[in-house]
């Protein structure tokens, strides 16, 4: 079945730094969307990307969508304290089905 | 607005004993959603439901997880007879229709099977 892994596993940053997580899918993504979750916390729904090469901002927060629909990224610009948690990716699929990826857990040092 | 809401929050059985979740979604919310999560892992769909009819129950293990939503408004997952590997946070998630691309997720029942 479909498979959706991110790397890093685990990042762990100093605060003011950049950091990015990777998501890649085994077959091409319907649309991607991501998830941040605190620990502790609940998965919340951050943006959805549809269309090839889609790139989205909000804020310190950048999001692409690759070419072929087979990977996407986060990037978060001057980290933050308050970043800290587990950033998902997950497939939308034509359902709405989410299939979640592997997940990339961030830490941040003030 | 009111959030998903999910109880209990925390529940400790032992192998083989009977469990049940309870979710409320989202007033207006016509998609609802179970999840398994497991330690240190992403979420895994167990069952979607659109109203009252199941649109996908690929992944519930049928032989011992059921999941009811007779009335297309709150839902109930169970666990009959619990396993060890069952150990897990059970979240449910509502959308306002399968469409709609943002679900939102209640704040799950932590599971623990000793």
């Known amino acids: 079945g479909q498979q959706v892994m991110q790397i890093p596993q685990y990042q762990h940053v100093q605060e003011g730094e950049d950091f990015t997580t990777y998501c890649n899918s085994s077959t091409t993504l319907s649309n991607i969307q991501w998830y941040k979750q605190r620990p502790g916390g609940h998965p919340v729904f951050l943006i959805q990307?549809?269309?090839?090469?889609e790139v989205k901002k909000q804020k310190r927060l950048t999001f692409q969508f690759g070419e072929a629909k087979k990977n996407s990224s986060l990037h978060i610009t001057a980290t933050q304290t308050t970043d800290v948690g587990t950033y998902f990716c997950?497939?939308?699929?034509?359902?709405?089905?989410?299939?979640f990826g592997t997940g990339t857990l961030l830490a941040v040092q003030p | 607005e009111a959030g998903v809401a999910q109880s209990p929050r925390y529940k400790i059985i032992e192998k083989r004993q009977s469990v049940a979740f309870w979710c409320n979604p989202i007033s207006g919310h016509a998609t609802l959603y179970w999840y398994q999560q497991i330690l240190g892992q992403g979420p895994k769909l167990l069952i979607q439901?659109?109203?009252?009819?199941?649109?996908?129950d690929s992944q519930l293990p049928k032989d011992r997880f059921s999941a009811e939503r007779l009335k297309g408004v709150d839902s109930t997952l169970k666990i009959q007879p619990a396993k060890l590997e069952d150990s897990a946070v059970y979240l449910c998630?509502?959308?306002?229709?399968?469409?709609?691309?943002?679900?939102?997720f209640g704040p799950g029942t932590r599971l623990t099977v000793l």
């Open positions: 990307l549809v269309k090839s090469g």
């Open positions: 439901f659109q109203n009252n009819g199941v649109v996908d």
């Open positions: 998630a509502s959308s306002l229709r399968p469409s709609s691309h943002t679900q939102y």
């Open positions: 997950a497939d939308g699929g034509a359902t709405n089905k989410l299939i």
